[in-house]
């Protein structure tokens, strides 16, 4: 497998945003499979020296629930330093592919990717994943309504903790899988039809 479903939970909006935790799973999106997993709490103390909070964000947390809420101040939370790392790790161990063919997906093209790159570049890291590997879930999630009149996205069942990183992640991996499928699905019956 080489695309990889990130996502991120933070304390802010912007590109610089505090990193409070990271989901991934590997996913192969054209037959829905999920492989292995990926998930860091990060200290609150440690989100905030290398990114920036905003009120906005932390007062919508503070609004949501015990269970979504118990994920920011969590008794196994480690510092971003060794979060980042870890993912990398897992990415470098678990990619069945070259450097150059690791698919990242995030949902939104200036969000998840763009801040766990900042978070690499706060580190002096380099990130696992070349530019062109980057994956833009909401574009899929537009192609999917506009093209097919298609939205798991809004119709899938959500399984587990809503703003738990890794949850998101699976549920993401999953809806965007089942769009890719069905693209794939009318791209192969135009062919046929043209032949």
């Not at 979504?68 to 592919?97: K, M, P, T, Y």
């Not at 790159?117 to 002096?124: H, I």
């Amino acid at each position: 497998m080489n695309n990889i479903m990130l996502d991120l939970e933070t304390m802010g909006k912007g590109s610089n945003a505090a990193i409070v935790s990271i989901g991934a799973v590997f996913f192969n999106p054209l037959t829905g499979e999920l492989g292995d997993q990926f998930y860091k709490r990060i200290w609150l103390e440690s989100a905030a020296k290398y990114g920036k909070l905003d009120a906005s964000t932390v007062a919508w947390w503070l609004g949501q629930s015990d269970e979504a809420r118990a994920e920011i101040n969590h008794n196994d939370s480690v510092g971003l330093n060794e979060a980042i790392r870890g993912f990398s790790e897992f990415v470098f161990g678990e990619a069945q592919c070259s450097f150059a063919d690791i698919r990242v997906w995030g949902n939104g093209c200036t969000f998840d990717n763009v801040i766990i790159a900042n978070a690499y570049k706060q580190l002096k890291l380099q990130k696992p994943w070349s530019y062109a590997g980057d994956m833009d879930v909401r574009t899929i999630v537009e192609l999917g309504r506009k093209l097919l009149n298609f939205d798991p996205k809004k119709d899938m069942p959500f399984e587990g903790e809503k703003h738990n990183a890794l949850a998101d992640a699976i549920h993401q991996a999953k809806y965007v899988s089942a769009i890719y499928q069905k693209l794939a699905e009318a791209t192969h019956r135009d062919e046929v039809e043209a032949a």
